[in-house]
């Protein structure tokens, strides 16, 4: 069986080889983000196997459903990138990585907001400097701030304990709470008392029709002045423009992104040579408080190994059965 591995990078050949050892799987790396223009490269391929910022929508399938193409396995959570209704007209499966590693996520969304409230990015700048001056470096302690989580499925529950362990008091909106949570002591509320009362807001629901833009100036204007907003899970959960013109007015304190509404265009690539093509996400580097990071909350050895071997697990599954291990189907 031919797979087509697409926004394929060093670290992916690695795992993904490592996961089909011993399997009789013929594996081909593209470099290239899958699109409407590069989809031909998966010429006799039965499955394409996509990451977060390939297109998959109903350009791209038609391709691919003319090359053949059985099975779409993606190697993240996330799915909102695939028109699921096209390629279900088309008869293409679609298969994700539904759970590898929550911590990796959790972790780095905790990075995100210790680095923020305590200035660790900057102080590192300093001391090497030999400015040694604290002024500017001033944070806040952890423990008894309220926190607030938006969305406690797996990667949430994470940081629910987390944030817990630190002293926090948590807050949480999902329509579907999680037992977990609740015996951590997690408090579910709706959205607007998660605006209104939290100082550090983290957005862990995955990008759907009504999660579109939940963050907007409408949202932002709830919020308490000064709050934290962290944003690992999808970019266009959050309003960019409007998120930095509640950074203008202070009503935003420090915000952290690991997902850009736009990120298609920039992450995963080194443009240091080159310029940033974003006047918005150029903007947003202006801030002194505000921390970008690539989309890198996954990028941990553990998940890495989970998500090719999950990966593969669903290839196998494909392959013997008609079906993936972990599909991916429209919403009733
Ligand atoms: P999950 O499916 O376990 O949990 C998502 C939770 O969000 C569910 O409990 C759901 O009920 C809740 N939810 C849905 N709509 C909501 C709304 N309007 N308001 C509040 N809660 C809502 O997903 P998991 O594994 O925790 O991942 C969450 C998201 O994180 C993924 O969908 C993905 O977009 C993102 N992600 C980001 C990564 C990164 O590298 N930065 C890596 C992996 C996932």
Redesign the pocket.
Known sequence: MRIDVFSAKPHDLVFMREAAKGINLDLQFHEARLNPDTARLAQSAQVVCAFVNDELGCDTLAVLSELGVELIALR???F?HVDLRTAQQAGIAVARV??YS?H??AE?TVALILTLNRKTHRAFNRVREGNFALDGLMGFDMHGKVAGI????????VLARILTGFGCEVLA????P?AECEALGVRYVE?DEVLGCADIITL?????P??HH?IDDAAIARMKPGVMLVN???GAVVDTRAVIRGLKSGQIGALGL??YEEEGDLFFEDLSQSYIPDDVFARLLTFPNVLITG?????TREALRAIAETTIANITQFQHTGAPLHPVTLPE
Not at 204 to 208: E, G
Not at 295 to 299: D, E, L, P, V
């Open positions: 993240s959570a996330g909102n539904p759970a929550p990796a996520v780095h938006v969305g406690t499925g797996l990667i949430g529950t909106s999902d329509p579907y999680s959205m862990q629901c995955p990008l759907t009504d999660t939940l690992t899970s999808r690991d997902v989309h890198q909350g996954f990028f």
